[in-house]
């Protein structure tokens, strides 16, 4: 029987391994030791410039498409759809960094130009020094697939829709075969980089209390919305986040909005919200709702740039918070297919290196199932809010 092991244990496993590996190699033979670090040290290298260029591909595939359907929708209910989807997820981001940079610091100890990378000897370098450059930047990506998503949506252009749903297609192919199953020898060899530098010990106690804050976070953003949804249409927020409990264990066990589709269905319908309402947005909010995503991006991010000293800047996370709100429209349907969507924008934005990059996605997918179900149990108090409202537009 064959076993099938996770990505989030894979990550496990491969942190473990170069922790293993990197704590006894100094004891062996200097030559073999640095030679072993750095043939990892390569493999990032051109690991990590393969996921540059791809990037902006992944922009284009999967926000052109996405943007292009929105514009097929039921008019006034997918504005306040789309619209309450975006607030939530703005929300969701600001009280991250509200929380994040007030209590990380405290906790990781780190001070603006001081590093907890900064002890011990240096990384080692690679055997190569490659770049492959990306076809354009992570913005001008955007604004292209903003224009032709429009575009295709405003003209009803099938052709161009179908082109573009292959490019999809094609592009999570890259995503599930290349870069998914790879991600883990590139996280083994950036904490193997570290360790062997004696830089670890801090980075896996900072991740241990950064998933900690994240999973509070998503309980208060859940709490937030189910309070307003309740407020809104006269009923209790806990009672009503109880009924949409077995979608949220239901998305911890897939990792997949789009696979806890059904479930998360049947228990917003349970709640009270319209079938007119539900069918439409719950749907629709699995691949534009991203509360729980976009929480675990910001403190995550806070928690890297923390580590390597850098400074944390509110109008840069503003900016940071709002563009990926946008960004993250149809993120690749795979685990961790958010953080594949924020990479270009946490290099152009915040000004994350390599290793930051991998620190990041370790951070991220550890406890990417928790966000996904924050993302989908947050769909059923949004669909009541749209029901509240759609409700009283249709009234006037």
Known sequence: MKVKIGLVWRIIIAIALAVLFGTFLPSLHEGFAEGFVRFFATFNLLFGSFLDFVVPLIIIAFITPGIANLGKGAGKLLGLSTVTAYISTIIAGLLAYVVASNLLPNFIGGIEGESILSAGRDPLDSFLDIEIAPIMGVMSALLLAFILGIGMASINSKAMLAVFNEFNALIEKVITYAIIPLLPFHIFGIFLNMTFAGKTGKILAVFAGVFVMIIVLHFVMLTVQYTVAGSLNKKNPFSLLKTMMPAYMTAVGTQSSAATIPVTLRQAKQTGASDRVV???????????????????????????????????FASYAKFIFVLGIAMIAAPGVPGGAVMAAVGFLTSMLGFDESMIALMIALYLAQDSFGTATNVTGDGALALIVDRFSKNTSAS
């Open 279 to 313: 069918n439409f947005t719950v749907p629709l909010f699995a691949t534009i709702h991203l509360s729980g995503s976009m929480i675990t991006l910001v403190s995550c991010s806070i928690g890297v740039l923390l580590m390597t000293g850098m400074p944390i800047e």
